[in-house]
């Protein structure tokens, strides 16, 4: 006797509203379904089908109650996965997402209300997939389609949808990801899967993947800085404290790596005070016991030579986020004027309590990038721009936003791929004020 044929691939390929309609007829005719279904819908159904009728009325409105409506369905589903609702909410939680990119490509979203609600029904999509895991293929097929046939929103992290991808998801975006890098030598498909095949080792936590990658990037503090973190989380404190040594030295020389039977101490610190010695000498001390009396004379002698050079001011720096003491290494990079990109960094992740505090640091940052005149510092531009939006926003200063970027987009009208950039990442260019 043949086995029934699976109908789910044929059932996938029809729309919510045929689906919806079969699935009544039968209820009708079945009594054990209905009753079931209308458990389902006396439970949470009915909050959901609101969800749902809220997004078939938001496209006919105007921006301000669209984004309204959306948020309100965004409520909605948040308030589901958080009380743990037994509910499959992703087809909702990803009907959200795609109208809401739909949306974004029709309308001029000079608040960027629609793009904030954009961010968070990404998130809120993600969790959703992590409590009711789709088809990982079809999971797949969508980021794919998101990131090399998307206008370039929504910003999708790997690591949000790794649990629900599963081997299998992840396999399928290796594969097309290897793929393009085979095929395109340059250009915006590359970079993103460049940026994918990054995503897909640490979300496979393939350590020395990942530390090649970022090997072989361009010099920079940022990514010699996210080396150290990724190995010392690895527990790989020698290699990271190796890394950092040869980061910081100013000839380029390459260092040989600390053993377990050489380890830095108070006289190498005393030579050489720097993050990577100063670590050291904390890991070595607390192991006997002698880290507090050890701390205090230590970092003295990083504050004075922080006073006297923008490179000394980093390593402080560096030594103290090396503690996890955020707030110390946020005053002394303002106090000592740590180079830009140790306050850029620092910036990510103090604006979320600290959003005005941050805003300043986004402006160099993005000032500085623009003097570059390189395609992919114009890209790098406007995501700090998306950032500084956000920073304004939650300080209670959007008008200054606005301001600020009419401002700047008058002052470099000229750089037509600059400005190209700063529409692609959804920020809307104030019109010039007429006279």
Sequence with gaps: MSSPTDLRPYLRTLDAETLADLLHAQAERDPALRLALENRFATQGSDVAEAHRLLDTAVLAGNVEYAAKVGSVLDTLQRLLDAGSRADLAPLARRTVDDISEMLEQIDDASGEVA???????????????????????????????????????????????????????????????????????????????????????????????????????????????????????????????????????????????????????????????????LALREESLETGRWVAQRKTALTRLRELAAGSTEAADELVRALLGEDRADEAWRAAVRFEASLPVRVE??????????????????????????????????????????????????????????????????????????????????????????
């Design 116 to 278: 904030d609600r954009l961010d968070r029904a990404v998130e809120l999509y993600a969790r959703a997939c992590v409590a009711h895991p789709p088809d990982p293929e079809s999971l797949a097929a969508w980021i794919l389609e998101v990131e090399f046939d998307g206008p370039g929103w929504p910003v999708i992290e790997l690591a949000d949808f790794a649990s629900a991808l599963g081997d299998k998801g992840i396999a399928r975006i290796r594969s097309t990801v290897d793929s393009v890098l085979a095929e395109y030598p340059s250009g915006a498909k590359r970079e993103t899967a460049e940026r994918l095949r990054e995503e897909l080792a640490e979300v496979s936590g393939d350590v020395d993947a990942l530390v090649a990658i970022l090997a072989a990037k361009p010099p920079r503090v940022d990514v010699s800085l996210k080396i150290v973190r990724v190995l010392r989380a690895a527990g790989r404190h020698s290699e990271a404290i190796a890394h950092a040594a040869r980061a910081l030295t100013h000839d380029k020389k390459e260092e040989a790596p600390p053993t377990e039977k050489d380890p830095l101490s108070r006289k190498d610190f005393d030579e050489k005070p720097t993050a990577a010695t100063y």
């Design 346 to 435: 620092l910036a990510d992740s103090r604006s979320v309590a600290h959003p005005a505090e941050t805003i300043p640091v986004y402006r160099d940052h993005v000032e500085e990038l623009i003097t570059r005149k390189d395609p992919n510092a114009y890209r790098e531009a406007a995501r700090q721009l998306r950032k500084l939006r956000t920073a304004h926003k939650k300080a209670g200063t959007a008008e200054e936003f606005s301001s600020y970027l009419g401002t700047l987009v008058e002052i470099h009208k000229r750089k037509t791929r600059l400005i190209a950039e700063v529409k692609a990442a959804r920020i809307a260019i104030p019109k010039p004020a007429r006279a």
